[in-house]
């Protein structure tokens, strides 16, 4: 099985700060990764997802992951936090085979004016 | 339509209550989920169904019984729960095969029992 890391449980930031948000896996096999965000009260929405190519992903609202094989990592980025980012942040792995997905424990992100 | 719905939103039921989640998609997508999350946790899985067909259970209590009647709906139904089983239930769907590899999800159940 998978497993998923995510060792900072709170982020506290000032707006308009940067942030990184981590996330490691173990997997001996290939994987796919994804970075999904949930607001209170609510479903989880995808943010971000690697699946091959590029190791550099972007959303469209300013955040961005970058996959590296070698660390096994998918940290999360944004170089300017808007109070709107306080969240939950949850990584997730899922194998290129298989219907199931791994999540992490989550970060919740709190971004102070 | 781009979108996983779920009914009803909130629901309060007691301990001898038979009570049923629906989840609906029409997407077309062939793998559904059903996940319980507690405040401030991960989803958790439950069930898995792909083409209409129990593929995962992750050794979820009798009193939990999912049902997919065809492609687009699947069902939670709820018989005899405990206080904790209180929690958020969320569905998620995903294409079956090769490109898109993501989950879609619900907005969720907010289950109280009393």
């Known amino acids: 099985a998978q497993s998923v890391t995510q060792l900072d449980s709170q982020v506290p930031v000032f707006e308009e700060a940067p942030v990184e948000l981590r996330c490691n896996y173990s997997?001996?096999?290939?994987?796919?990764l994804f970075w999904y965000v949930q607001y209170p009260n609510q479903g989880l929405q995808l943010l971000l997802k690697y699946l091959s190519g590029s190791t550099l992903v972007k959303s469209i609202n300013g955040f961005e992951a970058e996959f590296n094989k070698s660390q096994t990592s998918f940290h999360l980025r944004k170089p300017s936090v808007h109070i709107s980012d306080t969240a939950e942040y949850f990584c997730?792995?899922?194998?290129?085979?298989?219907?199931?997905?791994?999540f992490g424990t989550g970060t919740s992100l709190t971004v102070i004016p | 339509d781009t979108e996983v719905t779920q009914t009803p939103k909130h629901l309060v039921m007691g301990m001898t209550n038979k009570k049923s989640l629906k989840c609906e998609q029409h997407m077309g997508h062939r793998a559904m989920y059903w996940y319980k999350q507690k405040a401030k946790k991960p989803p958790e899985l439950m069930f898995v169904?792909?083409?209409?067909?129990?593929?995962i259970n992750e050794s979820v209590p009798s009193r939990f019984s999912p049902e997919c009647p065809n492609s687009s709906l699947l069902n939670l139904h709820l018989h005899a729960l405990q206080p904790e089983d209180s929690a958020l239930y969320l569905c998620a769907s995903r294409p079956s095969g090769g490109g898109n590899h993501e989950q879609y999800f619900g907005p969720g159940t907010r289950l109280t029992v009393t």
């Open positions: 997730a792995v899922r194998r290129d085979t298989g219907n199931q997905f791994y």
């Open positions: 997997s001996s096999v290939s994987v796919y």
């Open positions: 169904y792909s083409y209409e067909k129990l593929s």
